[in-house]
């Protein structure tokens, strides 16, 4: 076994990631050169979950942002604490470091969480660090990006909502790792693990429960179907019923699960509520429930 076959098996298993073989081995490639590395992909396909394995695993140091419309430089950089300042001064004790600041004193990762929502300002400060490794905090000092500092970020193509477009200067400075969904097997492993479900009835659970959420994804009428979190929260709904096997149950647990998971297409007239009940259906009467 290659040492980054042995890596992707030990990430796996550190971090109870299933499957993700081939984008791990990626990731590490990427990693091992020194690269920095956006990760894009669809709600809920493991984005976070592969990203954060991958900083845990190589760098002790670990800075977080989670973005939205109101990430503004100061939370990515650091600012000065105004009482502070007032009695000590603009020295070091004054400053609060920000997540961008802290990763490359110290060498370590800058995990950006949904880089999209960053708006272009913010953008802005991060590629005068990706591309100089200095970051100057005037009155204080100049940082000196240590050789580990690092930085994955997560991309979400889809997302509509408080979305900047990210700059073409900051997309040329990372690696571009694209993950899908994954296989259904793999899926069903997942559900598992997270439902905790053991057993045979257990396993038609979670059969069930991805086969719904996969065909969401490709059902003409709907415009997004649902990520695997739906598959999750309709497996752990019905695993609580008296009884799994009736199909108004099937039918009240997918509702729940997936009714804010999932958006219509332009100009279809049925409702969500008639689609997923025509889903679950076409389910349940394949399988030998
Ligand atoms: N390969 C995997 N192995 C184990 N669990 C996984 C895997 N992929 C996804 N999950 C689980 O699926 C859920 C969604 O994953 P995650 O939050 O990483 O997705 P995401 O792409 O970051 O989503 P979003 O676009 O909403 O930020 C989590 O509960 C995560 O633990
Ligand atoms: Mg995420």
């Not at 997560?154 to 200067?169: D, F, M, Y």
Request: hydrophobic share 40%; glycine share 6%; with cysteine.
């Amino acid at each position: 076994m290659d040492d980054i076959t042995e890596k992707v098996r030990e990430i796996q298993k550190k971090f109870k990631i299933i499957g993700r073989s081939e984008e791990l081995k990626k990731i590490i490639l990427a990693r091992i050169v020194g690269k920095n590395i956006l990760i894009e992909g669809e709600v809920g396909v493991g984005k976070t979950t592969l990203a954060q394995a991958i900083s845990n695993y190589f760098d002790s140091d670990f800075n977080r942002i989670d973005c939205s419309e109101d990430t503004l430089t100061h939370n990515l950089v650091g600012h000065w604490d105004p009482p502070l300042v007032i009695s000590n001064g603009y020295i070091e004790d004054s400053y609060v470091y920000g997540p961008l600041a802290s990763a490359m004193s110290n060498g370590g990762c800058l995990f950006i969480n949904e880089i999209n929502r960053m708006p272009e300002s913010t953008q802005n400060a991060l590629l005068t660090a990706l591309d100089e490794r200095i970051l100057d905090i005037p009155k204080l000092k100049t940082i000196h990006a240590t050789d580990n500092f690092f930085v994955v970020a997560t991309l979400n193509p889809s997302a509509h909502v408080g979305v900047s477009v990210l700059g073409e200067a900051i997309k040329d400075r990372f690696i571009w790792i694209k993950i899908d969904y994954q296989k259904p097997e793999e899926e069903i492993e997942i559900i598992k693990q997270e439902v905790k479900l053991n057993g045979d009835l257990d396993d038609k659970i979670a059969r069930i429960s991805q086969e719904i959420v996969q065909i969401t994804r490709n059902n003409p009428s709907l415009r997004r179907g649902s990520s695997i979190r739906g598959s999750i929260d309709l497996a752990a709904l019905i695993s609580q019923y008296d009884t799994n096997n009736s199909t108004k149950n099937w039918i009240e647990a997918a509702i729940m699960a997936l009714y804010n998971k999932i958006e219509l297409e332009d100009g279809v007239s049925k409702s969500k509520k008639e689609i997923i009940t025509e889903i679950v259906l076409s389910v349940l009467n394949s399988s030998d429930f």
